[in-house]
């Protein structure tokens, strides 16, 4: 799956993320995760629903400036995502 350079569970852009991405288990880099969901080949929440994704999202999203419709746009495209 083409990852278009998104955290396929968050779908931010991994270059946003500040440590550049998640870790896998053998501690390279993922290049599919960010750091906020992945590390050490293991998601933070692994139960986490699509919903409860998409409401976090939002969430972040409107704490950065962006308005309620535009968060709201963007979370509907996670279900698009790897996870």
């Known amino acids: 799956m083409k990852t278009n350079g998104k ?6 852009p991994l270059k ?11 501690g390279t880099l993922s290049q599919e995760y960010c750091s906020f969901f992945y590390s050490d080949g293991k998601f933070f929440n692994p139960g986490m629903t699509i919903d409860q994704m998409k409401a976090l999202v939002v969430e972040k999203l409107r704490e950065k400036g962006f308005p309620k419709f535009v968060a709201n746009v963007f979370a509907s495209g996670l279900k698009r995502l790897k996870r």
């Open 7 to 12: 955290c396929q569970s968050c779908g931010m």
């Open 16 to 26: 946003s993320d500040p440590k550049g991405g998640g870790t896998n288990s053998d």
